[in-house]
């Protein structure tokens, strides 16, 4: 077994602040960002940042779904981290400033992979096809942001 690790990033111009809180809405804007990869999402607790417990079903491929069971914390400023109970799957969404009124945001998924075959195959398109996924969510949330 290893630690596989998916990172993506994008600068919006909108303010940190403004996209921080756009993502951090998961009672309302963050549903909305979410592309068709995702099903069964609801808010079990809180609901804005910290605190936040939040199910969802990523479906990575056509064979592969996961459950996501995920504690929201927020461990410093400009950071979300969310962590799967289901899993050893960790994200960590960054928003941080790229000049003025512009924010970076960028995001990382670890977990523990398989070994063997399957986790070299793991390891080698897992990253990829969740870097596709959130390229989407951070294109909606520019969507959103921007307006």
Known sequence: MGQVEATTQREIAAKPEDVFDALADYSGTRAKLLPEHFSEYEVREGGDGKGTLVH????????????????????????????????????????????????????????QGAGGVGGFFERT???????R?????????AAHAEK
């Open 56 to 111: 969802w079903k990523l479906q990575a491929t056509s064979k592969r779904v996961r459950d996501c069971l995920l504690d929201v914390d927020e461990p410093a400023e400009g950071q979300l981290v969310e962590k799967d109970r289901n899993s050893s799957m960790v994200t960590t969404w960054t928003v941080t400033p790229a000049g003025e009124n512009r924010a970076r945001v960028t995001v990382t998924t670890t977990w």
């Open 133 to 141: 996924i959130y390229d989407a969510i951070l294109a909606n949330l």
């Open 125 to 131: 398109f897992a990253p990829k096809g969740l870097g």
